[in-house]
């Protein structure tokens, strides 16, 4: 793929990220959590959470996963006892965050990221949507879900307890390609 995109991305691995397990290494790459992580603005993701469950995430609330919660700070800590749905799609919502501004993800949908993407340090949350591997495969009549859209819409009945503690997801991502004149 152009641009210097890969069919195949290589994994992330939080335990080597020592941003994602001290909240005040995380707050020197997005000083801005200062700002969002406050109950105003998770208030303002409820907003965000009806929308993305109806149809799609909103682009103007990018501090938000939707129903899941606030994205920052981009750590894997979690101030909440939520299901287990929820609290592992954040995560993932936050690690995507995290990658998009360390510029290690690009945004790859658009007329500005049309034949290859672009640099985007917020999370374009239109591009990703998610689908459940395990415990319980996210497969018949439903492929995937939308970054905050609902657990109780995709996600509530497959905790298996006991065993299904930890989840596994596949990340789809949406890419705007172009066909050129040398192809």
């Known amino acids: ?67 899941w919660g606030n994205l920052y700070p981009f750590s894997g800590n979690i101030a909440s006892d939520g299901s287990a749905p929820r609290d592992t799609s954040l995560l993932t919502a936050r690690i995507l965050s995290s990658l998009h501004r360390k510029a290690l993800a690009h945004k790859t949908y658009g007329d500005d990221a049309l034949c290859g993407g672009t640099i985007y340090p917020m999370l374009p949350k239109q591009q990703y949507k998610l ?35 930890d989840y596994v997801y596949l990340v789809w991502r949406y890419t705007d390609c172009c066909l050129s004149s040398d192809d």
């Open 131 to 165: 689908s459940t591997m395990f415990p319980v495969a996210e497969s018949e009549g439903r492929c995937c879900h939308s970054i905050g859209e609902s657990t109780f819409r995709w996600g509530e009945h497959r905790t298996i307890p006991g065993v299904g503690e």
């Open 1 to 67: 793929m152009q641009g210097g995109l890969r069919n195949l991305d290589m994994m992330y691995l939080s335990e080597l990220d020592p941003t994602w397990n001290i909240d005040e290494l995380a707050f020197f790459l997005n000083p801005e959590a200062v700002i969002f992580a406050n109950p105003l603005a998770l208030a303002a993701c409820t907003i965000d959470c009806a929308k993305t469950t109806v149809d799609k995430p909103m682009t103007s609330l990018w501090w938000c996963a939707g129903c």
